[in-house]
């Protein structure tokens, strides 16, 4: 896929996202153009591309000192890193700097200029972004998403009129809101959101279907009006998976939990082990 976007600075960003399910993007930079990437992201970049680790995101609001501080306090807050990477085009002509996806699932261009200006995001779906991109943070203001949001509880924020680059796992699903129709969602299923809709968290009201239907205690209640993405495949529900079908300590394989595969596992062969001395 490669597509041409106009931002109202006038900059023209090119970029084409390659590959089926393991993706990544390439983004082409004219002369003194800038991209900013998260942590550990970038596969590949041609030569007279500079790289600087900065606080922060490296976007011009964030001031002074105190304001990259800020900057990057807001990041850690997300679980992300303390330091962003700039990647400036400093050559003569145009070049090329690639990022690519962590898991399997797609890159999804936003183009925040006809989002708003704002997009919201789950905490760990930003990839790469325009330099001038602004990411913050966006806790939710009602009591009971924050006591039992889990992962949407802090997502991050993504304010400007660039173009941004998230990552979703899995299948995409890409849902518009009409003004007061209601979406249910596993909160871990939430990619991103603009802020116009309502988010909050709803008990599913059945002891029964929460302990032994697969799936938590509470749901995302979104209402629209307003625009949702959503991922058939989170990474902590991969995660998971996999390691319920890793083999645990002795090479013997358990369904247990993480308490029951580490916890306990260790435990007993403390037990039964920790006697010869």
């Not at 990437?37 to 900065?54: L, N, P, R, Y």
């Not at 890159?107 to 200029?113: A, G, H, R, V, Y």
């Not at 394989?253 to 580490?262: V, Y």
Request: proline residues 3%; contains cysteine; glycine residues 16%.
């Amino acid at each position: 896929m490669s597509l041409k976007v106009k931002q109202m600075a006038m900059d023209v960003v090119d970029f084409e996202i390659k590959g089926s399910e393991m993706q990544f993007v390439e983004i082409e930079l004219d002369p003194g153009e800038a991209a900013v990437g998260e942590a550990g992201s970038m596969m590949f970049m041609d030569a007279g591309i500079s790289m600087d680790t900065v606080f922060g995101d490296g976007s011009a609001n964030q001031g002074g000192f105190f304001g990259k501080l800020l900057g990057a306090g807001k990041r850690l807050v997300t679980g992300e890193s303390l330091f962003t990477t700039i990647y400036s085009n400093e050559g003569q002509g145009k070049k090329r700097v690639a990022f690519a996806a962590p898991y399997p699932g797609k890159i999804l261009p936003m183009d925040l200029s006809q989002l708003g200006g704002t997009l919201i995001c789950q905490k760990d779906a930003f990839l790469c972004a325009a330099r001038g991109v602004s990411l913050g943070i966006a806790l939710q203001q009602r009591l009971s998403t924050g006591f039992f949001g889990g992962e949407g509880f802090i997502m991050q924020k993504l304010d400007g009129d660039g173009l941004a680059f998230v990552h979703a796992g899995g299948t995409v699903v890409r849902r518009t809101l009409q003004p007061g129709q209601t979406l249910l969602v596993d909160t871990g299923c939430v990619v991103a959101y603009t802020p116009n809709v309502s988010f909050e968290i709803q008990y599913v009201g059945k002891i029964k279907t929460a302990l032994f239907g697969g799936e938590g205690l509470f749901l995302a209640k979104m209402t629209g009006p307003g625009e949702v993405w959503l991922q058939s495949l989170p990474f902590s529900r991969l995660a998971s998976r996999i390691f319920a079908a890793a083999p645990q300590r002795g090479g013997a394989r358990e369904e247990g939990s993480l308490l029951g595969g580490f916890a306990t596992g260790g435990l007993l062969g403390g037990i039964l082990g920790g006697d010869d001395e």
